[in-house]
Every structure is written in C-alpha cells, then in structure tokens.
C-alpha cells in the first residue's frame, strides 16, 4: 500500500461498507448515467483487460465486461470485503470478471497487463493519490488509458448541497474539511486532478464536466419516494456521518427539514437531483517520460 490508507480499509469494511450493501441497489441507480458516461469515455472493446478500481458491488465491472465480451477480462478490486461479497454475488457465472479484496494503492498486479485503468467514483480515497496512480499505472500496457468519473464540488451538487444545507440552525456545521484529505470531493478541483495524473507519470490528461439528474430514494408512490430519499440521506453519505453523533430529536429535526427540502425537487419514482462530475482521460506513454 502506499500512503497511509488505514482509516479508510476501517470505514468500508465497517459501518460504511455495511450501509454501502445495505443501499446498494439505490446507490447504483444513483450512479448508473455517470459510470455510463465513463464506459463511453474508456470506449472498451471486444477482447480488452480493464481493471476497475473501488469496484465496490461491482455494477461498473459487470457493465465493462458485457463490453469486452468472453475474450475480454475485468478485474474489480476492492478494500470492502462486504462489497466484494455483494459483487460475487450479483455477477453472472459466465460473466468475464473477477473480483479480489486489495489496495489499489499497492496491491500486487500483473505488470502492464490492462487495457484499461476504470473507476466509477474509487480514486478519491487514497492518502497519497500520486503514488497510488504511480503504482497503478504499471499494471497498464503501454499506451493503455485511463478513465473515470469523480464527483466535482459538493457545492456543484445538489444531492449533497441541499441536505447539508437544511441541517443549517439544526447541528452546528463542522468546519469545512481539508479538501485535499481522502473522501468523496478529494478530485473536485481538476487542476489538483491533472497534477496527481502527471505525478504518476500519465500523459493526454483531458477533464470534461458532465451533469446528470441523480435518482435519490426509490418508492411506488411520490411521497414513498421521498421518504425513502430522506432514509438514504441518513444512512450513506455527509450528511449521516454530520448527525451520526446527535440524539434522537435532533435527528427528527433534521430528517422533517431534509423531508420538506425533498418535497420541493421534482420525481416520482424517486426524487430527482443534480450531480456534476467529472470524467477524467489519461493515458500510459508508449515509453516512460
Ligand atoms: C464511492 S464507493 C464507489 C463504489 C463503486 N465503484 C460504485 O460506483 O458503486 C468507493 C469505493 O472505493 C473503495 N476504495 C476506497 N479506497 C480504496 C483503495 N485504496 N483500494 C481499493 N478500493 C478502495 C471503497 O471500498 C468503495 O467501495
């Protein structure tokens, strides 16, 4: 492993990793139009090896390998064993995947062995994100690429901004953390992206901003929708981990003011938000710079 990765391996193979599983199938609608717009990007083929980093349940992995077909090949790696657990689980038999607990950051990998470097929403957690890419890059072949989508400002994101927003005069707000510290907006700033990928020893870095309606919540009705969106918040994100110390009734607060921010977005089936990314190309040099 490179860099400290500790308090991480921590959260996601404990109550993180348990709340991921626990939403999975909502997480996965969540993120569905972005890892699309990555497999675009990385534009796999027949025959490819992909490597998808954080693969977590392993819906990218699954959508990669339906992709490279039988004579292709992806490897998810993971830290979470739960998630891990969940992708074997879900993964067709014959589907042309693998899935292994390890870290990214320093996990043994065949030398330039992928195609394809993949991650929907998996690199914004190392301590050390230039060393950990180093590290990657040398199970890439050759020219082999680099894709993936990463969240960009939580400021940018409705899903994130408006929740923390309603908890203002309920909990006071932490100060806002060191934006470069592991975490879900780490890669927010996309000249810090284009730094760590040339540290690492990438070239042809190319970051384009895409913007989708995320599904937040899932319900038959309207109002079972919102509900549901309002026991996601709670349960998986910043805005659980603002109120995972508070009592009871500060949580009821927060939960009616979130419900009635909800109740305004548009959706049915779910409650509909904006999420802002970025999808982020690089690429292996023929020879090393
Ligand atoms: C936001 S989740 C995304 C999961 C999945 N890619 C998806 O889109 O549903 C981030 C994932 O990165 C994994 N992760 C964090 N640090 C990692 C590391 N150093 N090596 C491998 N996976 C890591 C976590 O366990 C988690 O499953």
């Known amino acids: 492993m490179t860099g400290n990765n500790t308090a991480q391996i921590t959260d996601w193979n404990g109550q993180g990793g348990e709340r991921w599983v626990a939403n999975q199938a909502r997480l996965d609608a969540m993120a569905a139009a972005f890892g699309q717009a990555a497999i675009d990007a990385a534009a796999p083929v027949a025959g490819e090896r992909v490597l998808d980093v954080g693969c977590g349940a392993g819906a990218s992995s699954l959508a990669l390998a339906a992709r490279v077909g039988a004579q292709g090949q992806v490897l998810g790696v993971d830290i979470s064993e739960a998630l ?85 005069g309920i909990v006071p707000l932490a100060a806002p953390p060191d934006p470069e510290a592991p975490g879900p907006f780490s890669f927010g700033d996309p000249a810090r992206v284009a730094r760590i990928l040339t540290a690492a020893g990438f070239t042809d870095i190319a970051i384009a901003p895409f913007d989708a309606a995320v599904p937040f919540g899932e319900g038959a009705t309207r109002d079972a929708a919102i509900d549901d969106a309002v026991k996601m918040t709670l349960e998986v994100g910043p805005l659980s981990r603002a109120l995972a110390d508070q009592p009871d009734d500060i949580r009821d607060l927060a939960s009616a003011e979130v419900r009635t921010v909800f109740a305004r977005l548009p959706g049915e089936g779910a409650v509909m938000m904006e999420g802002a990314v970025w999808i982020v190309m690089a690429r292996n040099p023929h020879r090393t710079l």
């Not at 899935?99 to 998996?122: K, T």
């Not at 590290?135 to 082999?144: I, T």
């Open 84 to 168: 891990i657990e969940r992708a074997r689980a879900l993964a067709p038999q014959d589907a042309p995947v693998r899935f292994q607990v390890a870290d990214a950051s320093g996990a043994e990998l065949p030398e330039g062995a992928f195609d394809i470097l993949f991650s929907r929403f998996g690199v914004m957690f190392f301590d050390d994100p230039a060393a950990a890419f180093a590290h990657m890059r040398r199970a890439l072949k050759p020219g082999g690429r680099v894709a993936f989508v990463c969240w960009r400002g939580a400021a940018e994101n409705d899903w994130v901004r408006l929740p923390m927003g309603a908890l203002k």
